[in-house]
């Protein structure tokens, strides 16, 4: 008898858990849609870890790990589904890992998760993603790559942003890989490609006049053109 009374309570603390634990879900699930109507993302974010503590999903780590991102919170973002690149990963957490691990200056990992991304649905934007990060990590020779079909596959609508001055302003994205292009010619030989790469840059500028990284880059350019013609110069007296 004592046993049917422990085994009786056993099951109804069960039950009453588990109610306990849909009428949580139903609380939540109605927050978090109130919160979606308000725009208030903070809300939307608490909603989320909630259901995912109470009810863990992929498509939810997925979307709150993409909420994160948007707001500029990558490490929470990463926090949330990790970094390693998993062939299983979903496209929105492969987005989310990538333009994380891009944002907190981790490009060789950045690298693995946009090849991933590329190999799914091979873009212009993704490759110029690549071609920048292979940029940074002096992979010259992938960067080209990434830039070739860049520049073949840009449409005249794709748009990239730079945001070196106060105002930012947009260039077409043909325009943003030929500025990739002189970079790469320049990085191959810092002495003897200066030139072509200020051929490179002032073809890039008829495109897209308001291209301003692009004077800056030709001034540096020219300036240290003249600082290696110098030490020449004395180098022969």
Not at 14 to 36: G, P
Not at 89 to 116: R, T
Not at 206 to 220: A, C, D, G, R
Request: hydrophobic share 40%.
């Amino acid at each position: 008898m004592k046993r049917l009374l422990v085994l009786g309570l056993l099951v109804s603390s069960f039950v009453m858990s588990a109610q306990s634990n849909s009428d949580l879900l139903k609380h939540y699930e109605a927050y978090y849609k109130q919160m979606k109507k308000q725009g208030d993302i903070q809300g939307i974010i608490n909603a989320m870890t909630h259901l995912n503590v109470l009810s863990p999903s992929p498509a939810r780590m997925d979307t709150l790990a993409y909420i994160y991102m948007s707001e500029d919170k990558y490490m929470q973002a990463l926090n949330t589904i990790g970094y390693e690149r998993m062939l299983d990963d979903s496209d929105i957490a492969l987005e989310v890992k990538a333009i994380s691990l891009k944002a907190v200056k981790q490009p060789e990992l950045a690298i693995a998760q946009f090849e991933e991304m590329f190999k799914r649905n091979p873009s212009a934007p993704i490759a110029y993603e690549l071609a920048e990060l292979c940029l940074q990590t002096q992979k010259l020779t992938e960067a080209d790559k990434h830039i070739a079909y860049g520049i073949a596959n840009a449409k005249d609508d794709m748009k990239k942003a730079f945001f070196e001055t106060q105002n930012p302003y947009e260039v077409s994205l043909k325009s943003a890989f030929m500025y990739l292009n002189a970079l790469s010619t320049y990085n191959k030989d810092k002495k003897a490609n200066i030139d072509k790469a200020v051929d490179i840059l002032d073809a890039t500028l008829k495109l897209s006049p308001n291209f301003n990284l692009i004077q800056l880059t030709k001034t540096e350019l020219l300036r240290q053109k003249q600082v290696l013609q110098a030490q020449e110069a004395q180098q022969k007296k």
